[in-house]
Protein backbone atom coordinates (compact mmCIF):
# COMPACT_ATOMS: atom_id res chain seq x y z
CA UNK A 1 0.00 0.00 0.00
CA UNK A 2 1.45 3.30 -0.80
CA UNK A 3 2.08 6.08 2.07
CA UNK A 4 1.02 9.40 0.66
CA UNK A 5 1.90 12.49 2.66
CA UNK A 6 0.49 15.93 2.55
CA UNK A 7 2.38 18.42 3.64
CA UNK A 8 1.28 22.27 4.10
CA UNK A 9 2.53 25.52 5.01
CA UNK A 10 0.02 28.49 5.21
CA UNK A 11 -1.55 31.44 7.26
CA UNK A 12 1.72 33.57 7.42
CA UNK A 13 3.56 34.08 4.32
CA UNK A 14 3.77 32.14 1.01
CA UNK A 15 1.34 29.14 1.64
CA UNK A 16 2.41 26.04 -0.09
CA UNK A 17 1.91 22.56 -0.43
CA UNK A 18 4.03 19.40 -0.97
CA UNK A 19 3.27 15.66 -1.39
CA UNK A 20 5.28 12.93 -0.96
CA UNK A 21 4.39 9.72 -2.03
CA UNK A 22 6.89 5.95 -0.41
CA UNK A 23 9.54 8.69 -0.19
CA UNK A 24 9.49 10.33 -3.45
CA UNK A 25 9.21 14.25 -3.71
CA UNK A 26 5.95 14.08 -6.33
CA UNK A 27 4.91 17.51 -5.99
CA UNK A 28 5.08 20.88 -4.32
CA UNK A 29 4.09 24.41 -5.20
CA UNK A 30 3.28 27.71 -3.86
CA UNK A 31 -0.24 28.60 -3.59
CA UNK A 32 0.42 32.69 -5.23
CA UNK A 33 0.88 30.66 -8.98
CA UNK A 34 -2.49 29.80 -8.89
CA UNK A 35 -3.90 32.75 -7.35
CA UNK A 36 -1.98 34.88 -8.94
CA UNK A 37 -1.38 37.33 -6.03
CA UNK A 38 2.12 37.13 -4.80
CA UNK A 39 2.80 35.84 -1.42
CA UNK A 40 -0.59 34.37 -0.67
CA UNK A 41 -1.08 33.72 2.59
CA UNK A 42 -3.95 31.77 2.51
CA UNK A 43 -4.84 28.01 2.88
CA UNK A 44 -3.51 26.67 0.17
CA UNK A 45 -6.10 24.99 -1.58
CA UNK A 46 -4.98 25.35 -5.15
CA UNK A 47 -1.61 23.95 -4.50
CA UNK A 48 -3.19 21.03 -2.80
CA UNK A 49 -4.89 20.21 -5.51
CA UNK A 50 -2.93 20.47 -8.20
CA UNK A 51 -0.46 18.17 -5.88
CA UNK A 52 -3.17 15.40 -5.46
CA UNK A 53 -3.60 15.29 -9.15
CA UNK A 54 -0.38 15.42 -10.48
CA UNK A 55 -0.33 12.11 -8.08
CA UNK A 56 -3.27 10.93 -9.24
CA UNK A 57 -4.73 11.28 -5.74
CA UNK A 58 -7.80 11.49 -4.29
CA UNK A 59 -8.22 13.62 -0.84
CA UNK A 60 -9.29 10.63 0.77
CA UNK A 61 -5.94 8.76 -0.03
CA UNK A 62 -3.92 10.31 2.07
CA UNK A 63 -2.01 8.69 4.52
CA UNK A 64 -1.09 11.94 6.36
CA UNK A 65 -1.43 15.37 6.60
CA UNK A 66 1.58 17.63 8.11
CA UNK A 67 1.40 21.18 9.07
CA UNK A 68 4.48 22.95 8.96
CA UNK A 69 4.14 24.41 12.71
CA UNK A 70 2.43 23.98 16.34
CA UNK A 71 0.41 27.13 16.11
CA UNK A 72 -0.90 26.42 19.88
CA UNK A 73 3.02 27.02 20.79
CA UNK A 74 3.26 30.06 18.12
CA UNK A 75 -0.36 31.24 19.86
CA UNK A 76 1.43 30.95 23.26
CA UNK A 77 4.64 33.35 22.00
CA UNK A 78 2.22 35.60 21.17
CA UNK A 79 0.33 36.27 23.95
CA UNK A 80 3.45 35.46 26.36
CA UNK A 81 4.50 38.88 24.12
CA UNK A 82 2.04 41.05 24.44
CA UNK A 83 1.90 40.62 27.71
CA UNK A 84 5.64 41.48 28.04
CA UNK A 85 4.89 44.91 26.32
CA UNK A 86 1.13 45.82 27.67
CA UNK A 87 0.02 48.20 26.83
CA UNK A 88 2.14 49.27 24.10
CA UNK A 89 1.24 46.00 21.91
CA UNK A 90 -2.45 46.14 22.24
CA UNK A 91 -3.13 47.63 18.73
CA UNK A 92 -1.42 44.76 17.31
CA UNK A 93 -2.90 42.34 19.05
CA UNK A 94 -6.43 43.57 18.07
CA UNK A 95 -5.32 43.21 14.45
CA UNK A 96 -4.05 39.75 14.78
CA UNK A 97 -6.53 38.41 16.59
CA UNK A 98 -9.15 37.91 14.48
CA UNK A 99 -6.80 35.65 12.06
CA UNK A 100 -5.99 33.55 14.83
CA UNK A 101 -9.01 33.16 16.24
CA UNK A 102 -11.01 32.63 12.84
CA UNK A 103 -8.21 30.08 11.45
CA UNK A 104 -4.97 29.45 13.04
CA UNK A 105 -6.02 28.91 16.33
CA UNK A 106 -8.29 25.70 15.52
CA UNK A 107 -5.76 24.78 12.73
CA UNK A 108 -6.48 21.00 13.32
CA UNK A 109 -10.59 22.19 12.96
CA UNK A 110 -9.80 23.54 9.43
CA UNK A 111 -7.78 20.95 8.42
CA UNK A 112 -10.18 18.46 9.31
CA UNK A 113 -13.08 20.98 7.17
CA UNK A 114 -10.16 20.01 4.13
CA UNK A 115 -9.95 16.65 4.69
CA UNK A 116 -12.83 15.06 5.89
CA UNK A 117 -11.08 11.58 5.29
CA UNK A 118 -8.90 9.19 7.73
CA UNK A 119 -5.65 11.03 7.27
CA UNK A 120 -3.70 11.44 10.22
CA UNK A 121 -2.92 15.05 11.07
CA UNK A 122 0.68 15.51 12.06
CA UNK A 123 1.56 19.31 13.33
CA UNK A 124 5.57 19.64 13.24
CA UNK A 125 7.97 22.42 14.67
CA UNK A 126 8.49 25.24 12.31
CA UNK A 127 12.30 24.95 12.72
CA UNK A 128 11.97 21.11 12.16
CA UNK A 129 10.12 21.72 9.72
CA UNK A 130 13.05 24.06 8.03
CA UNK A 131 15.58 21.51 9.30
CA UNK A 132 13.99 18.86 7.41
CA UNK A 133 13.69 20.42 4.40
CA UNK A 134 17.64 21.37 4.31
CA UNK A 135 18.60 17.76 5.03
CA UNK A 136 16.26 15.00 3.98
CA UNK A 137 16.46 15.71 0.35
CA UNK A 138 19.80 16.98 0.36
CA UNK A 139 22.46 14.39 -1.16
CA UNK A 140 24.22 14.00 2.12
CA UNK A 141 24.09 10.58 4.22
CA UNK A 142 25.44 12.90 7.17
CA UNK A 143 25.13 16.68 7.56
CA UNK A 144 25.58 19.16 10.01
CA UNK A 145 22.04 21.38 9.84
CA UNK A 146 21.22 25.23 10.24
CA UNK A 147 18.23 26.93 10.41
CA UNK A 148 17.73 30.50 10.46
CA UNK A 149 13.98 32.89 9.92
CA UNK A 150 12.72 35.56 11.17
CA UNK A 151 10.47 33.23 14.02
CA UNK A 152 8.82 30.01 13.91
CA UNK A 153 7.12 29.10 17.66
CA UNK A 154 9.39 30.57 19.31
CA UNK A 155 13.02 29.58 17.95
CA UNK A 156 14.30 32.41 15.30
CA UNK A 157 18.10 29.57 14.50
CA UNK A 158 18.51 25.84 15.57
CA UNK A 159 21.65 23.80 14.68
CA UNK A 160 22.12 20.48 14.78
CA UNK A 161 22.69 17.17 12.51
CA UNK A 162 21.06 14.89 10.10
CA UNK A 163 22.43 11.11 10.08
CA UNK A 164 20.72 8.43 7.75
CA UNK A 165 16.77 9.01 7.84
CA UNK A 166 16.92 10.91 11.48
CA UNK A 167 17.53 14.45 12.60
CA UNK A 168 18.37 15.93 15.98
CA UNK A 169 18.31 19.73 16.62
CA UNK A 170 20.57 20.79 19.10
CA UNK A 171 20.25 24.34 19.99
CA UNK A 172 18.31 26.91 19.53
CA UNK A 173 18.17 30.83 19.80
CA UNK A 174 14.86 32.28 20.37
CA UNK A 175 12.72 35.11 19.79
CA UNK A 176 12.82 38.17 20.14
CA UNK A 177 16.78 37.86 18.86
CA UNK A 178 16.42 36.43 15.54
CA UNK A 179 19.22 36.88 12.42
CA UNK A 180 15.95 37.05 10.24
CA UNK A 181 14.15 40.05 12.06
CA UNK A 182 17.18 42.07 12.43
CA UNK A 183 17.76 42.35 8.56
CA UNK A 184 14.19 43.04 7.89
CA UNK A 185 14.13 46.03 10.52
CA UNK A 186 16.86 47.13 7.78
CA UNK A 187 14.74 46.12 4.84
CA UNK A 188 12.05 48.06 6.57
CA UNK A 189 14.33 50.97 7.59
CA UNK A 190 15.82 51.40 4.31
CA UNK A 191 12.39 51.80 2.49
CA UNK A 192 11.83 47.94 1.28
CA UNK A 193 8.86 45.64 2.10
CA UNK A 194 9.44 43.21 5.09
CA UNK A 195 9.44 39.67 4.04
CA UNK A 196 10.22 40.10 -0.03
CA UNK A 197 12.31 43.20 0.33
CA UNK A 198 15.75 41.82 1.75
CA UNK A 199 16.67 40.54 -1.50
CA UNK A 200 17.13 44.30 -2.82
CA UNK A 201 18.77 44.95 0.58
CA UNK A 202 21.37 42.42 -0.59
CA UNK A 203 21.66 43.50 -3.81
CA UNK A 204 22.28 47.36 -2.80
CA UNK A 205 24.99 46.21 -0.48
CA UNK A 206 27.46 45.93 -2.82
CA UNK A 207 26.91 49.82 -3.28
CA UNK A 208 27.97 50.63 0.02
CA UNK A 209 30.68 50.62 2.93
CA UNK A 210 30.57 48.76 5.87
CA UNK A 211 30.56 51.99 7.68
CA UNK A 212 27.63 50.97 10.32
CA UNK A 213 29.18 47.90 11.47
CA UNK A 214 30.76 49.14 14.77
CA UNK A 215 27.50 50.61 15.35
CA UNK A 216 24.84 47.66 15.20
CA UNK A 217 27.31 45.55 17.16
CA UNK A 218 27.85 48.30 19.87
CA UNK A 219 23.98 49.35 20.43
CA UNK A 220 22.27 46.78 18.42
CA UNK A 221 23.53 43.52 18.79
CA UNK A 222 25.62 41.74 21.13
CA UNK A 223 27.23 38.84 19.60
CA UNK A 224 29.52 35.72 21.22
CA UNK A 225 32.53 34.00 19.51
CA UNK A 226 29.99 31.31 18.79
CA UNK A 227 27.44 33.45 16.37
CA UNK A 228 24.83 33.67 19.37
CA UNK A 229 23.37 37.02 20.12
CA UNK A 230 21.36 38.77 21.97
CA UNK A 231 19.57 42.18 20.72
CA UNK A 232 18.39 44.88 22.45
CA UNK A 233 15.11 45.56 22.22
CA UNK A 234 14.87 49.15 23.01
CA UNK A 235 15.89 49.77 19.33
CA UNK A 236 13.36 47.84 17.75
CA UNK A 237 9.37 48.05 17.38
CA UNK A 238 7.98 44.61 16.27
CA UNK A 239 7.16 42.87 19.72
CA UNK A 240 5.06 45.45 20.25
CA UNK A 241 4.10 47.72 17.82
CA UNK A 242 2.90 47.57 13.60
CA UNK A 243 6.67 48.79 12.59
CA UNK A 244 9.85 47.01 12.90
CA UNK A 245 12.02 49.88 14.23
CA UNK A 246 11.90 52.97 16.48
CA UNK A 247 12.38 55.97 17.22
CA UNK A 248 16.13 55.21 18.80
CA UNK A 249 16.75 53.21 15.96
CA UNK A 250 16.05 56.32 13.67
CA UNK A 251 18.42 58.70 16.42
CA UNK A 252 21.18 56.41 15.44
CA UNK A 253 21.37 55.95 12.30
CA UNK A 254 21.07 59.26 11.45
CA UNK A 255 17.24 60.01 10.53
CA UNK A 256 14.04 58.29 9.75
CA UNK A 257 12.86 55.41 7.63
CA UNK A 258 13.20 55.87 4.12
CA UNK A 259 9.88 56.14 2.56
CA UNK A 260 9.62 53.58 -0.21
CA UNK A 261 10.36 54.36 -3.97
CA UNK A 262 12.70 57.84 -3.24
CA UNK A 263 15.69 58.27 -3.91
CA UNK A 264 18.06 55.60 -2.58
CA UNK A 265 21.28 57.59 -1.01
CA UNK A 266 24.96 56.30 0.23
CA UNK A 267 23.41 55.90 3.70
CA UNK A 268 21.20 53.52 2.82
CA UNK A 269 23.84 51.61 0.67
CA UNK A 270 26.37 51.62 3.76
CA UNK A 271 23.51 50.47 5.52
CA UNK A 272 22.80 47.89 3.58
CA UNK A 273 26.42 46.56 3.18
CA UNK A 274 27.08 46.85 7.19
CA UNK A 275 23.82 44.75 8.03
CA UNK A 276 25.29 42.27 5.26
CA UNK A 277 28.74 42.14 6.97
CA UNK A 278 27.14 41.87 10.42
CA UNK A 279 24.84 38.51 9.06
CA UNK A 280 27.59 37.21 7.20
CA UNK A 281 29.86 37.20 10.21
CA UNK A 282 27.30 35.70 12.05
CA UNK A 283 26.79 33.23 9.91
CA UNK A 284 30.92 32.28 9.87
CA UNK A 285 30.64 31.91 13.35
CA UNK A 286 27.79 30.02 13.58
CA UNK A 287 29.20 27.76 10.80
CA UNK A 288 32.35 27.46 12.50
CA UNK A 289 30.58 26.41 16.35
CA UNK A 290 28.43 23.92 14.47
CA UNK A 291 31.29 22.37 13.07
CA UNK A 292 33.43 22.44 16.17
CA UNK A 293 30.36 20.62 17.31
CA UNK A 294 29.51 18.32 15.52
CA UNK A 295 32.84 17.61 13.11
CA UNK A 296 31.15 16.94 10.00
CA UNK A 297 31.59 17.94 6.82
CA UNK A 298 28.62 18.76 5.16
CA UNK A 299 26.23 21.45 6.07
CA UNK A 300 22.42 21.95 4.94
CA UNK A 301 20.93 25.03 5.46
CA UNK A 302 16.89 26.62 5.63
CA UNK A 303 14.82 29.17 6.70
CA UNK A 304 14.23 32.66 5.00
CA UNK A 305 17.82 33.97 6.06
CA UNK A 306 18.95 30.94 3.63
CA UNK A 307 18.67 32.50 0.71
CA UNK A 308 21.02 35.15 1.55
CA UNK A 309 23.17 33.71 -1.17
CA UNK A 310 26.38 36.17 -0.34
CA UNK A 311 26.47 34.87 2.91
CA UNK A 312 25.88 31.16 1.39
CA UNK A 313 28.97 32.09 -0.71
CA UNK A 314 30.82 32.94 2.14
CA UNK A 315 29.95 30.32 3.76
CA UNK A 316 31.33 28.13 1.44
CA UNK A 317 34.56 29.16 0.66
CA UNK A 318 35.58 30.39 4.07
CA UNK A 319 33.67 28.24 6.42
CA UNK A 320 34.97 24.95 7.59
CA UNK A 321 32.82 23.01 5.33
CA UNK A 322 33.46 20.98 2.47
CA UNK A 323 30.10 21.00 0.87
CA UNK A 324 27.02 22.93 1.62
CA UNK A 325 23.20 22.39 0.51
CA UNK A 326 20.64 25.22 0.47
CA UNK A 327 16.69 23.94 0.12
CA UNK A 328 15.44 25.93 -2.82
CA UNK A 329 12.23 27.06 -0.94
CA UNK A 330 14.16 27.85 1.72
CA UNK A 331 11.63 29.93 3.06
CA UNK A 332 8.19 29.03 4.92
CA UNK A 333 7.24 27.34 1.48
CA UNK A 334 9.80 24.85 1.81
CA UNK A 335 7.96 23.91 5.38
CA UNK A 336 5.46 22.06 3.87
CA UNK A 337 7.79 20.17 1.85
CA UNK A 338 9.90 19.54 5.56
CA UNK A 339 6.90 18.98 7.23
CA UNK A 340 5.90 15.91 4.65
CA UNK A 341 9.71 14.84 4.68
CA UNK A 342 9.57 14.52 8.53
CA UNK A 343 6.76 12.59 8.81
CA UNK A 344 7.96 9.53 6.09
CA UNK A 345 11.75 9.71 7.53
CA UNK A 346 11.75 10.75 10.97
CA UNK A 347 8.42 9.65 12.75
CA UNK A 348 7.85 6.57 10.12
CA UNK A 349 11.04 5.53 10.18
CA UNK A 350 11.62 5.17 6.07
CA UNK A 351 15.16 4.64 5.18
CA UNK A 352 16.64 7.78 2.83
CA UNK A 353 18.66 7.23 -0.81
CA UNK A 354 21.27 9.96 -0.42
CA UNK A 355 24.00 9.02 -2.77
CA UNK A 356 25.30 11.49 -5.59
CA UNK A 357 22.48 13.89 -6.29
CA UNK A 358 19.99 15.01 -4.32
CA UNK A 359 16.36 14.50 -4.10
CA UNK A 360 14.80 18.07 -5.22
CA UNK A 361 14.60 17.35 -8.77
CA UNK A 362 15.98 20.79 -10.07
CA UNK A 363 12.99 22.21 -7.83
CA UNK A 364 10.98 21.59 -10.88
CA UNK A 365 8.62 20.29 -8.87
CA UNK A 366 5.14 22.15 -10.32
CA UNK A 367 2.54 21.68 -13.09
CA UNK A 368 3.67 21.05 -16.42
CA UNK A 369 1.88 21.53 -19.93
CA UNK A 370 1.18 19.10 -22.32
CA UNK A 371 1.53 20.27 -26.40
CA UNK A 372 -2.02 19.76 -26.93
CA UNK A 373 -3.20 22.08 -24.59
CA UNK A 374 -0.85 24.46 -25.07
CA UNK A 375 -2.13 24.17 -29.14
CA UNK A 376 -6.04 24.42 -28.30
CA UNK A 377 -4.86 27.32 -26.22
CA UNK A 378 -3.24 28.95 -28.69
CA UNK A 379 -5.90 28.31 -31.09
CA UNK A 380 -8.61 29.53 -28.79
CA UNK A 381 -6.54 32.81 -28.79
CA UNK A 382 -5.79 33.06 -32.61
CA UNK A 383 -2.35 33.55 -31.58
CA UNK A 384 -0.05 33.18 -34.67
CA UNK A 385 2.78 30.80 -33.72
CA UNK A 386 5.72 27.98 -35.28
CA UNK A 387 5.19 24.50 -34.08
CA UNK A 388 8.57 22.77 -34.19
CA UNK A 389 8.56 18.86 -34.12
CA UNK A 390 12.08 18.70 -34.26
CA UNK A 391 13.98 19.65 -30.88
CA UNK A 392 17.33 20.25 -32.14
CA UNK A 393 15.80 23.08 -34.98
CA UNK A 394 13.64 24.90 -31.73
CA UNK A 395 16.75 25.09 -29.68
CA UNK A 396 18.53 26.58 -32.65
CA UNK A 397 16.14 29.23 -33.52
CA UNK A 398 15.55 30.22 -29.86
CA UNK A 399 19.71 30.30 -30.00
CA UNK A 400 19.71 32.72 -33.26
CA UNK A 401 17.47 34.79 -31.30
CA UNK A 402 19.06 35.32 -28.15
CA UNK A 403 22.52 35.80 -30.16
CA UNK A 404 20.53 38.78 -31.94
CA UNK A 405 19.92 40.44 -28.76
CA UNK A 406 16.34 39.17 -28.80
CA UNK A 407 14.53 38.81 -24.96
CA UNK A 408 12.96 35.68 -24.74
CA UNK A 409 10.04 34.27 -22.56
CA UNK A 410 10.98 30.25 -21.72
CA UNK A 411 8.05 28.15 -20.64
CA UNK A 412 9.03 24.74 -20.55
CA UNK A 413 8.31 21.74 -18.31
CA UNK A 414 7.71 21.91 -14.96
CA UNK A 415 7.35 24.63 -12.40
CA UNK A 416 9.89 25.46 -10.42
CA UNK A 417 9.13 25.35 -6.23
CA UNK A 418 10.84 27.86 -4.84
CA UNK A 419 11.34 32.16 -5.12
CA UNK A 420 13.93 31.78 -8.19
CA UNK A 421 13.02 30.59 -11.91
CA UNK A 422 15.57 28.35 -12.70
CA UNK A 423 14.65 27.48 -16.60
CA UNK A 424 11.23 26.12 -16.41
CA UNK A 425 9.45 29.84 -16.53
CA UNK A 426 12.07 32.38 -17.06
CA UNK A 427 12.88 35.64 -19.32
CA UNK A 428 15.93 34.85 -20.84
CA UNK A 429 18.36 37.38 -23.01
CA UNK A 430 22.47 37.40 -24.05
CA UNK A 431 24.85 37.95 -20.85
CA UNK A 432 27.38 39.73 -23.14
CA UNK A 433 24.96 42.94 -24.00
CA UNK A 434 25.74 45.97 -23.49
CA UNK A 435 22.17 47.37 -22.75
CA UNK A 436 20.76 43.62 -21.87
CA UNK A 437 20.17 44.81 -18.18
CA UNK A 438 18.62 48.16 -18.66
CA UNK A 439 16.28 46.86 -21.59
CA UNK A 440 14.91 44.13 -19.15
CA UNK A 441 14.37 45.71 -16.27
CA UNK A 442 12.65 48.96 -18.13
CA UNK A 443 10.80 47.25 -20.86
CA UNK A 444 9.82 43.62 -19.59
CA UNK A 445 10.20 44.38 -15.67
CA UNK A 446 8.77 47.54 -15.46
CA UNK A 447 11.20 48.96 -12.97
CA UNK A 448 14.23 50.36 -12.52
CA UNK A 449 16.64 48.30 -11.12
CA UNK A 450 20.47 48.31 -8.70
CA UNK A 451 20.22 45.01 -8.94
CA UNK A 452 22.11 43.11 -12.02
CA UNK A 453 20.50 39.65 -13.08
CA UNK A 454 21.86 36.78 -12.28
CA UNK A 455 23.49 33.91 -15.01
CA UNK A 456 22.95 30.81 -16.03
CA UNK A 457 26.30 28.70 -17.17
CA UNK A 458 26.74 25.27 -18.44
CA UNK A 459 27.92 23.69 -15.02
CA UNK A 460 30.95 22.18 -17.04
CA UNK A 461 32.19 26.01 -17.90
CA UNK A 462 31.96 27.25 -14.61
CA UNK A 463 35.35 27.51 -13.44
CA UNK A 464 36.30 29.05 -16.92
CA UNK A 465 34.30 31.99 -15.61
CA UNK A 466 33.87 32.31 -11.59
CA UNK A 467 35.81 31.82 -8.48
CA UNK A 468 34.33 28.18 -7.96
CA UNK A 469 35.42 24.27 -8.75
CA UNK A 470 34.61 22.92 -11.97
CA UNK A 471 32.69 20.56 -9.56
CA UNK A 472 30.67 22.79 -7.76
CA UNK A 473 27.43 23.04 -8.43
CA UNK A 474 24.81 25.92 -7.84
CA UNK A 475 21.60 24.70 -9.78
CA UNK A 476 19.10 26.38 -7.45
CA UNK A 477 20.79 29.76 -7.69
CA UNK A 478 22.16 30.51 -4.29
CA UNK A 479 25.48 30.74 -4.28
CA UNK A 480 26.73 34.12 -4.99
CA UNK A 481 31.04 34.17 -6.81
CA UNK A 482 33.15 36.59 -8.05
CA UNK A 483 33.95 36.53 -12.10
CA UNK A 484 37.48 36.00 -12.84
CA UNK A 485 39.72 38.33 -13.30
CA UNK A 486 40.54 37.80 -17.05
CA UNK A 487 36.72 38.74 -17.50
CA UNK A 488 36.64 42.09 -16.22
CA UNK A 489 37.08 45.13 -17.64
CA UNK A 490 39.14 47.97 -15.26
CA UNK A 491 37.38 51.30 -15.29
CA UNK A 492 38.75 54.80 -16.90
CA UNK A 493 39.46 57.12 -13.97
CA UNK A 494 36.62 58.98 -15.68
CA UNK A 495 34.58 56.32 -14.99
CA UNK A 496 35.31 55.99 -11.71
CA UNK A 497 34.65 59.65 -10.82
CA UNK A 498 31.47 59.46 -12.47
CA UNK A 499 30.25 56.44 -10.55
CA UNK A 500 31.65 58.18 -7.24
CA UNK A 501 29.82 61.02 -8.13
CA UNK A 502 26.17 59.38 -9.23
CA UNK A 503 23.61 60.05 -7.25
CA UNK A 504 21.04 57.38 -8.00
CA UNK A 505 22.98 54.24 -9.08
CA UNK A 506 21.84 55.32 -12.47
CA UNK A 507 24.81 55.20 -14.21
CA UNK A 508 27.06 53.34 -11.56
CA UNK A 509 24.36 50.27 -13.36
CA UNK A 510 25.47 50.70 -16.89
CA UNK A 511 29.31 51.87 -16.37
CA UNK A 512 30.35 48.06 -18.55
CA UNK A 513 32.86 46.16 -16.12
CA UNK A 514 33.39 43.13 -17.49
CA UNK A 515 32.54 40.92 -20.85
CA UNK A 516 29.41 40.17 -18.88
CA UNK A 517 27.50 43.03 -18.22
CA UNK A 518 24.26 41.86 -17.72
CA UNK A 519 25.30 39.90 -14.98
CA UNK A 520 28.20 41.60 -13.26
CA UNK A 521 27.56 43.53 -10.14
CA UNK A 522 29.63 46.27 -9.18
CA UNK A 523 32.17 44.29 -6.62
CA UNK A 524 32.41 41.44 -9.59
CA UNK A 525 30.04 38.90 -7.63
CA UNK A 526 26.86 37.59 -9.49
CA UNK A 527 24.40 35.13 -8.26
CA UNK A 528 25.01 31.58 -10.39
CA UNK A 529 22.77 28.97 -11.48
CA UNK A 530 25.13 25.60 -13.09
CA UNK A 531 22.47 24.41 -15.54
CA UNK A 532 23.38 20.31 -16.16
CA UNK A 533 21.03 18.17 -18.83
CA UNK A 534 20.12 15.06 -15.99
CA UNK A 535 18.23 18.46 -14.15
CA UNK A 536 17.76 20.90 -16.71
CA UNK A 537 17.51 18.49 -19.81
CA UNK A 538 16.23 21.13 -22.88
CA UNK A 539 16.93 24.16 -21.25
CA UNK A 540 20.62 22.83 -20.84
CA UNK A 541 20.70 22.10 -24.34
CA UNK A 542 18.89 24.99 -25.46
CA UNK A 543 22.30 27.00 -23.68
CA UNK A 544 24.84 24.33 -25.37
CA UNK A 545 23.04 25.61 -28.49
CA UNK A 546 23.69 29.07 -27.63
CA UNK A 547 27.07 28.07 -27.21
CA UNK A 548 28.11 26.31 -30.26
CA UNK A 549 26.38 29.75 -32.44
CA UNK A 550 28.37 31.92 -30.19
CA UNK A 551 31.20 30.67 -27.63
CA UNK A 552 29.43 31.74 -24.46
CA UNK A 553 27.91 29.04 -22.24
CA UNK A 554 26.54 32.33 -20.40
CA UNK A 555 22.92 33.57 -20.76
CA UNK A 556 20.27 35.60 -18.40
CA UNK A 557 18.10 34.30 -16.18
CA UNK A 558 15.38 36.10 -14.65
CA UNK A 559 11.55 34.88 -13.18
CA UNK A 560 8.70 35.15 -16.25
CA UNK A 561 6.82 38.07 -14.17
CA UNK A 562 6.18 41.65 -13.95
CA UNK A 563 7.01 43.60 -10.65
CA UNK A 564 4.51 42.81 -8.04
CA UNK A 565 3.42 39.43 -10.39
CA UNK A 566 4.28 36.29 -9.14
CA UNK A 567 5.92 34.18 -11.38
CA UNK A 568 3.70 32.66 -14.69
CA UNK A 569 2.18 29.30 -14.13
CA UNK A 570 -0.23 28.32 -16.92
CA UNK A 571 0.38 29.31 -21.15
CA UNK A 572 -2.25 31.70 -20.31
CA UNK A 573 -0.20 33.45 -17.59
CA UNK A 574 2.75 33.10 -19.62
CA UNK A 575 1.18 34.43 -23.02
CA UNK A 576 -0.72 37.45 -21.31
CA UNK A 577 3.11 38.84 -19.60
CA UNK A 578 4.73 38.35 -23.24
CA UNK A 579 1.95 40.59 -24.84
CA UNK A 580 2.34 43.01 -22.16
CA UNK A 581 6.31 43.06 -22.01
CA UNK A 582 8.24 43.89 -24.41
CA UNK A 583 9.84 40.45 -25.29
CA UNK A 584 10.53 39.62 -28.32
CA UNK A 585 9.49 35.99 -28.81
CA UNK A 586 7.84 33.36 -26.41
CA UNK A 587 8.73 29.57 -26.02
CA UNK A 588 5.72 27.50 -24.96
CA UNK A 589 7.39 23.81 -25.17
CA UNK A 590 7.23 22.93 -29.18
CA UNK A 591 5.34 26.27 -29.64
CA UNK A 592 7.63 30.03 -30.83
CA UNK A 593 5.11 33.39 -30.74
CA UNK A 594 6.96 36.11 -32.41
CA UNK A 595 6.26 39.86 -31.12
CA UNK A 596 5.96 41.20 -34.67
CA UNK A 597 3.66 38.71 -35.86
CA UNK A 598 1.04 39.90 -33.18
CA UNK A 599 -1.72 42.27 -33.68
CA UNK A 600 -0.55 45.62 -31.87
CA UNK A 601 -4.02 46.22 -30.79
CA UNK A 602 -4.09 42.92 -28.07
CA UNK A 603 -0.74 43.79 -26.94
CA UNK A 604 -1.72 47.44 -26.29
CA UNK A 605 -4.91 46.67 -24.66
CA UNK A 606 -3.52 43.94 -22.30
CA UNK A 607 -0.27 45.77 -21.59
CA UNK A 608 -3.14 48.23 -20.33
CA UNK A 609 -4.92 45.71 -18.16
CA UNK A 610 -1.87 44.12 -17.18
CA UNK A 611 0.13 46.48 -15.59
CA UNK A 612 -2.93 47.81 -13.68
CA UNK A 613 -3.13 44.96 -11.82
CA UNK A 614 0.39 43.95 -10.95
CA UNK A 615 2.57 46.87 -11.03
CA UNK A 616 2.33 47.69 -7.41
CA UNK A 617 5.22 45.54 -5.57
FE1 LIG B 1 10.34 30.08 8.83
Request: glycine letters at 6%; one cysteine or more; hydrophobic letters at 40%.
Amino acid sequence: MTTAILGISAFYHDSAAALVVDGEIVAAAQEERFTRKKHDPAFPASAIDYCLKEAGLKPEQLSYVAFYDKPLTKFDRLLETYLAYAPAGFKSFCLAMPLWLKDKLHMRRTLRRHFTSQARLVFTDHHESHAASAFFPSPFDSAAILTLDGVGEWSTATFGSGEGNKIRLLQQLQFPHSLGLLYSAFTYYCGFKVNSGEYKLMGLAPYGRPVYQDLILKHLVQLKPDGSFWMDMDYFNYCQGLTMTNAKFHELFGGPPRPPESMLEQRHMDLAASIQKVTEEIMLRMGQEIHRQTKMKNLVLAGGVALNCVANGRLLREGPFENIWIQPAAGDAGGALGAACFVWHQLLDKPRQPGGQDAQKGSLLGPRYASEVIAAFLSEMDAPHQRYSNEADLLQAIAALLAQGKIIGWFHGRMEFGPRALGARSILGEARNRTMQSTMNVKIKFRESFRPFAPCILQERVADYFEMRPDQESPYMLLVASLLPQHRISLSETERKEMEADPDLRRRVNIVRSTLPAITHVDYSARIQTVDEKRHGRYYRLMKAFEALTGSPVIVNTSFNVRGEPIVCTPRDAYRCFLATDMDALVLEDFVLLKEQMKASVTAAEREKYLGQFQLD
